[in-house]
């Protein structure tokens, strides 16, 4: 047994292996590129650590794909089987169960177990952390709060990574509508902890919703040196800059910063594509030609025809698909996606049934030109649409879909209630103002805060 930076108990009789998991561990609460580099390393020192595997399967239950979860139940099967010659701690056990619960499709049991756990170690920031991203992936932006809230109850300035669960609650802060008291923890986050992406990434959330595009350049300028040493984060950081300056009209820099940042790699990180497709998407709404960029995103989301591990994923892998004119491969997408949640029992099927459906209706009709199709997939998503995951500024590529098919079809009455919904969570913007002017609605924000009452 030994004892990790934290206090923490490991199994293990190397000193080597439980320091490279500690670095491990930070690089992870950072997003950082070195944190995989780090679990080799303390797997070769101690090829039977417990903590290594498991940490490894949660890793992967995280990446959204079929082939990741089978990935993750050899990790699981060497975490038994390390338990079973070895022994574990109890903190070690909860994290084995939540990562199994985590390989069925049971993200929600997995926080269960995940939460026993940081209930007995509450400076875990592993287990804080996964808890933090499932619940990100589950959409359930309560739960992030009241989560982080929970535990730092129980953490003191001066702790080690206790910036880093900064950064986490402010996200949570965000999400929830506590907008000023986000940006204040999140700019404590980044002073703690300056490598803090996630704490950053927060504030420039923040920045977003409250319409301060030149404010956000800046201050993303200003970390842009940390994104060096982040893993593909960096994309998605970059993304938001990029929304910054389509704020401000800038449509030439935005297709600069897709080609060098965003796409930079042409990665099958669902979280990737989805940065890719999102932007695109909007450029599109605007009428700026993208020209051939659609296409490798397409030949990526084509071959995920059959995953649908992770619905968030698959609709921006319709995204893809649709901006390409491959209508034919979405409709054939979107029945796969189906049959698969038929036979599904886990989270993810329940969520797809909720709501995924049905945003992949929208999808797929809007690239049909059927707008009535289209309307009718706005109505049965109704307020649910955050159960599909991901943050609310992700999700409103997903409101731009369905507003921009109500203006383009000139269905008045439906337009002014999207874009009133949307209005009430960030204000007047670029395309409210560009699909109300389509719909003759009032293009200010006096017109359609007044439809929302």
Known sequence: MRTDCRGLDVTSDSVEAVAAMDEAVRAFLRHGRDGVAHLDTALAHDPELLLGHVTRGLWQTL????AALAAARGSLARAQASAIARGTTAREAWLMSALGRAIEDDFTGAIVALEESAGMCPHDPLALKTIHIMRFMLGDRQGMRQSTARALLAWEEGMPDHGYLLGCHAFGLEETGEVEAAERTGRQAVEREPEDAWGFHAVAHVMEVTGRPEEGVRWLERHEPALARANNFAFHVFWHRALFH????????????YDDHVRAERTDDFRDIANAASLLWRLQALGVEVGERWRELADLAEAHLGDHAYG???AHYLLALVGDGRQATAERFCASAEAAAGAGHGDQARIWRLVGRHVAEAITAYGAGDDDRVARAALAIGDQLQRLGGSHVQRDVFDIVLAGSAARAGKQGLCRQLLSARHRRR???LFGSRFA???DLSADGKGLEAAAL
Request: proline residues 0%.
């Open 63 to 66: 990446l959204g794909r079929r």
């Open 246 to 257: 389509l704020s401000l009209g800038e449509t030439a820099r935005v297709l600069a910063l």
């Open 312 to 314: 968030f994923a698959d």
């Open 427 to 429: 204000g007047a913007d």
């Open 437 to 439: 002017r389509r719909a």
